[in-house]
């Protein structure tokens, strides 16, 4: 079969397109893969001498607020962790505690109430719609990757619950302790108020780091009551 000069071009601008194509595809695929938590290249860290982590809330990253006790594990605290991919963190909450809004944006979060309660926990997605759940002993949420979201013990008793998230460095954003970081002409746009009280909300709410429990104000929040998911 013979082609003519315009068919090889022709054929050559496909092959050209396919390898374009194919070369792309892949390099997005890489990329997606770097994004994430190199696999492990040993079965358990030589910086590690136990698998085992005793007493989270005596020997782990330990914070204490007014709403409650947050203790977390890294590598730093355990060195069994490192390159697993995986941090953990357990709680426990009192009555009309929060863990305020805020993201982890190298990480999805699953988070399982152990008892105590109920938590009231949700995230808003890209949309602005949100997902708003009450949780009760044996039920578990999971947060996607860098959504805003929180918990709030609407219960009378203490919450007992953990979060494992799927990273080892997952990063954790507060949500309206950033905005109040931001230029005080550029929050005060944001938040549709005048600067005078963007400065008085900066002087009551510094960014909280480290990540710490919050409880409510008074007449905020009564334990046990207003039980829903409404917004």
């Known amino acids: 079969m013979n082609f003519s000069k315009a068919d090889c071009q022709s054929k050559m601008v496909h092959g050209m397109v396919v390898f374009v194509f194919i070369y792309s595809t892949c ?4 990329q997606r893969v770097d994004a994430a938590d190199p696999d492990p ?10 698998p085992v982590f005793r007493n989270i809330f005596a020997n782990g990253d330990v914070t204490t607020g007014s709403g409650g006790v947050r203790a977390a ?12 991919g995986l941090t953990v963190v357990q709680f ?31 995230f808003i997605d890209t ?37 494992a998230l799927n990273s080892q460095n997952p990063g954790t954003l507060d949500a309206a302790g950033a905005v109040l970081q931001l230029p005080e002409r550029a929050a005060a746009i ?40 409404d917004v």
Not at 106 to 121: K, Y
Not at 138 to 158: A, Q, W
């Open 190 to 229: 944001a938040l549709n108020i005048d600067i005078a009280a963007v400065r008085a909300l900066k002087s009551q709410r510094p960014y909280n780091e480290p990540p710490t429990l919050e409880a409510a104000k008074p007449g905020v929040c009564v334990p046990g009551q207003f039980i829903t998911t």
């Open 41 to 50: 290249l040993v079965d358990f860290s030589a910086n590690a001498t136990t």
């Open 73 to 84: 594990l890294d590598i730093g605290k355990f060195p069994g962790l490192t390159s697993e």
């Open 92 to 122: 426990k909450m009192v009555p009309c505690g929060e863990n305020v809004p805020h993201t982890h944006p190298r990480a999805t979060e699953l988070l399982s109430l152990i008892n105590g309660g109920p938590l009231q926990a949700g």
């Open 127 to 163: 949309k602005g719609e949100t997902h708003i759940n009450i949780l009760y002993p044996g039920d578990l949420i999971v947060f996607p990757r860098g959504l805003l979201h929180f918990e709030v013990n609407v219960g009378t008793e203490t919450a007992f619950y953990i979060s």
């Open 27 to 30: 390099m997005v695929l890489v």
